[in-house]
């Protein structure tokens, strides 16, 4: 009898014990366009002989002796056609922009070691292409994590930094968690976006994709291929994208190019670096901070640039959410030239 008790109890276990392996380990699908390559782009062949993807936008007029360098969200983001087309009429104005896709995303390559997407990474990778423009100093416009990595290279390199143009920034890491409760000013009139990031993640995960994230933060191994990650990085994006925009009828169409790795190891190596905010405080760039009305990023995290940057200014964008430039592309790219062309 306590055999046949035991064979009872144990049989199921192993039962499932094999189904959660099965749903752990069978890959699978996710519903997200297929990455297709952009025509025009071009690509740089980094000195750790990786390559990175850019597109460039110029006129032969050009006359601005600074080149604008364009720095995408995430981390593991990347350079869409809306981005592109938001910023060409900078180079009416005789700007050269360059976006280009960061190390892990988009067009640029995958790493073996997924130990090596760190911010590090991506403040080197920046420097060299700095250095490849040849130019005295350069322009960067960040976007929200963008904005991040823009600040964190100008508190790094204050001498290559011309202006800074911050849209939607993320918090300044080590991130000040008391900062999300600061009351926001009444004149400023910000309003919630109606759904947020967490919304999307949960309505995304599931156990595979929970370990695949555990195995990355812990090991730094891929539980999946970068393909198969990548694929449900671009569904989630979809779904978290939900949070970036005032109007849900503006909530952009899914698309493919998001690196999942580079999300979540920069991530993590976000949360370990070295407190920036003395670096900050010396930066003698001026910085335009632009902001969302319905912007999903506290208020109080905001603030804090403002406080750091000696020269910082702020511009509310009413009517636009994280994702200025979707709602709001004529105030969006009016605000950016009006600071570029402005007099010290």
């Known amino acids: 009898m306590p055999k046949l008790l035991k064979r009872i109890f144990i049989l199921p276990a192993i039962a499932a014990g094999v189904l959660w392996l099965w749903v752990i380990l069978k890959p699978r699908d996710y519903p997200a366009p297929v990455f297709e390559p952009r025509p025009r782009t071009q690509y740089w062949k980094m000195r750790n002989g990786a390559s990175i993807g850019y597109t460039v936008i110029s006129k032969r007029m050009e006359k601005k002796p600074y080149p604008v360098i364009y720095l995408h969200g995430g981390p593991g983001g990347h350079i869409s056609d ?83 143009v911050l849209t939607s920034p993320g918090p300044v890491f080590p991130m000040r968690s008391q900062l999300a409760d600061l009351p926001v000013p009444d004149s400023i009139h910000l309003k919630l976006p109606i759904y947020t990031n967490e919304m999307g993640n949960q309505m995304a995960a599931n156990w595979r994709t929970k ?32 949070s970036i925009v005032c109007d849900t009828s503006r909530i952009l169409p899914a698309d493919a190019g998001s ?9 993590q190596s976000l949360l370990e670096i070295s407190d ?31 406080d750091l940057f000696p020269r910082g200014d702020l511009k509310i964008i009413p009517g636009a959410g994280h994702a200025i430039e979707v709602e709001q592309p004529g105030l969006y790219i009016r605000s950016i030239l009006d600071f570029l062309t402005a007099r010290e």
Request: charged share 25%; proline share 3%; glycine share 8%.
């Open 211 to 242: 370990a695949m994230k555990w195995m990355a933060i812990h090991t730094g191994l891929k539980l999946a291929s970068d393909k198969e990650a990548d694929q449900f990085a671009s569904y989630l994006s979809q779904l978290v994208d939900r």
């Open 276 to 306: 920036p905010r003395p670096k900050l405080r010396a930066v003698q760039a001026s910085v335009l901070v632009m902001k969302g009305q319905c912007d999903n990023q506290k208020w109080g995290y905001t603030k804090e640039y403002l």
């Open 259 to 267: 690196g999942y790795y580079a999300s979540i190891k920069t991530f």
């Open 82 to 164: 809306g981005h592109i087309q938001a910023l060409a009429p900078l180079a009416d104005s005789g700007f050269r922009v360059y976006l280009y896709d960061q190390i892990g995303s988009g067009h640029s390559d995958r790493l073996n070691d997924i130990d090596d997407y760190t911010v590090q990474r991506h403040l080197d990778d920046l420097g060299e292409i700095v250095r490849k423009l040849n130019a005295p100093k350069v322009i960067l416009v960040g976007q929200s994590w963008g904005a991040v990595l823009a600040s964190l290279f100008a508190a790094e390199h204050p001498e290559l930094v011309h202006r800074l």
